[in-house]
Every structure is written in C-alpha cells, then in structure tokens.
C-alpha cells in the first residue's frame, strides 16, 4: 500500500551531520519528510538511523524537490 504522502516530492530533507577534525562537517542524506494532511505535523522516513552526530531538516534544493521520493 503505497501512502499519499509519499507520492509526492517531500517537504523537507533528512541529513546527518557530522563534526570531523580541523571543523570540517560531513553530511548524509538518511531521508525525508512529508506534511501531514491536517498541516499540523509531518511524516518522517528514515532510511538510516545514525548513532552519531546530529539529524537537520531542510528544504530540498531545486534538482531535489523534482527528484521527489524518500532519501
């Protein structure tokens, strides 16, 4: 059963981040997230958990949003 939420392009964009030596930031795309119906939350899917560093959402860029789907 495939969910309305997703078969559209996401809101937002899951990454993780990570702090190496010397400040450099190293970002992966784990997965994304949808606007519930209702406009009063979103659905997240993550494709990886990570057991470090952090999670930000963020819009998807352009070539991104047209790609559509999860990570």
Do not use: F, N
């Given at each position: 059963?495939?969910?309305k939420s997703e078969t559209k392009a996401p809101a937002l964009i899951a990454w993780q981040?990570?702090?190496?030596?010397?400040?450099?930031?190293?970002?992966?795309?784990?997965?994304?997230?949808?606007?519930?119906?209702?406009?009063?939350?979103?659905?997240?899917?993550?494709?990886?958990?990570?057991?470090?560093?952090?999670?930000?959402?963020?819009?998807?860029?352009?070539?991104?949003?047209?790609?559509?789907?999860?990570?």
């Amino acid at each position: 059963m495939t969910k309305k939420s997703e078969t559209k392009a996401p809101a937002l964009i899951a990454w993780q981040v990570r702090e190496a030596k010397g400040g450099k930031a190293y970002w992966t795309r784990i997965g994304a997230a949808w606007p519930h119906q209702s406009g009063d939350g979103h659905t997240l899917q993550l494709d990886l958990y990570p057991l470090d560093g952090r999670i930000v959402l963020l819009p998807p860029k352009a070539d991104e949003a047209a790609e559509g789907g999860a990570a």
